[in-house]
């Protein structure tokens, strides 16, 4: 049994901090490209840890991130709420409003795209075709796309058109960025060398070249060219299933290789896209949007089954999505660190099972999946 919630969450917090700090470091160590590929994705769970820095941390109703100021006219605060919650518009109970809001994204981005192209280039695509969907590949699994990445970076690409066009994007996603890791690191610091290790920057490697990434881009907007989801009903359904199995297969594939594999961060991060991905999916049954032969249903009412065994009649969601714990946690017996016991406290399961479970039904929803986002 616990005594102070509050303490119970900071520890928590600043144990997920510092690894996020070596973390940050391993993505520095990669090269060029695979940073940026990789950042993006990760960007919203580090936001997600910069808002439990303010709900934990911040004093006299003045918030932690407000000490970073603006970044080209908005508060960093304001863009880190709207960043750690792009995440949830790819599971967003209005399925169509947040397919409609996809859609949007991509004919904006395809008219950026041929806006300063001149004649014998509009020639070119109206014979051939303009690709405007690029999917990211490591080790030759999707793990995101500029569709799901354009998502992440909403709020970016308002304020750069509202300053001086889309030129400005970089530089915005830059700062912003900068701002998520001084705030991490500075909050790290406060217990490197002091209960955890001083870390060394220099052994926050990883085994990962540019070899191990790939591109492939496809024609999506214009009907009579495209050359994805040939097989699909419905395209831009598919796109977004898609996006969830990206999400899904980057905290797979990918996270385990920044993250350490048995640290709650990880956990955290996985256990949030398995969360999604599962409410999204059991939405979509229910209004009659999925349309799988018997054997691929049955598969997925076992899922939700599961799902279901995990997250129902406990605060599990919002302990996962926020780091105060619940008050009913001060009843919870530590065994391990604070997010190990808290997810046996409110399972009422061995946190091995419930974990392991998840991992398999996730990797068993991407198959399912794999027939309705067949890329050709």
């Known amino acids: 049994m616990i005594t102070s919630i509050l303490e119970a969450s900071r520890t928590q917090l600043l144990t997920e901090i510092y690894e996020a700090k070596k973390m940050l470091y391993r993505i520095l160590n990669l090269p060029t490209e695979s940073q940026s590929l990789i950042s993006m994705s990760i960007s919203p769970f580090l936001s997600l840890l910069c808002e439990g820095i303010d709900n934990l941390f911040s004093e006299d109703d003045v918030k932690f991130s407000e000490n970073y100021g603006l970044i080209y006219g908005m508060s960093f605060t304001k863009l880190m709420n709207q960043n750690r919650a792009s995440v ?142 040939l097989h699909s009903e419905n395209k831009n359904l598919s796109l977004y299933l898609f996006n969830i199995k990206c999400q899904m297969s980057f905290t797979l594939k990918l996270a385990p290789k920044i993250i350490d594999r048995n640290h709650a961060l990880r956990f955290r991060v996985e256990i949030i896209a398995y969360y999604q991905s599962m409410k999204t999916i059991d939405f979509l049954i229910k209004k009659g949007k999925l349309l799988l032969s018997s054997t691929k249903m049955e598969i997925l009412d076992k899922l939700l089954i599961n799902f279901n065994n995990i997250f129902s009649d406990n605060y599990l969601r919002n302990n996962i999505y926020h780091y105060r714990f619940s008050d009913d946690n001060v009843h919870m017996v530590m065994k391990n660190d604070y997010f190990i016991s808290m997810i046996e406290f409110q399972t009422r399961q061995d946190f091995n099972c419930v974990f392991g479970n998840i991992e398999r039904d996730m990797t068993e929803l991407i198959e399912v999946l794999d027939e309705i986002t067949a890329l050709v």
């Open 88 to 229: 949830k518009l790819l599971t967003d109970k209005k399925i169509t409003r947040a397919i409609k809001t996809i859609d949007k994204q991509l004919i904006a981005f395809n008219q950026d795209l041929v806006r300063e192209y001149n004649l014998l280039q509009r020639d070119y695509i109206s014979m051939f075709g303009q690709p405007d969907l690029g999917i990211y590949f490591f080790e030759n699994v999707a793990f995101s796309n500029t569709s799901q990445l354009s998502i992440y970076q909403d709020m970016f690409r308002q304020i750069a058109i509202d300053n001086l066009g889309n030129n400005t994007l970089g530089f915005i996603i830059r700062d912003f960025s900068a701002s998520q890791a001084n705030s991490i690191s500075s909050f790290a610091s406060a217990i490197e060398g002091k209960t955890l290790p001083k870390i060394d920057s220099n052994k926050c490697k990883l085994d990962i070249s540019d070899n191990d990434f790939s591109e492939k881009d496809f024609i999506f907007i214009d009907e009579r060219k495209r050359n994805i989801f």
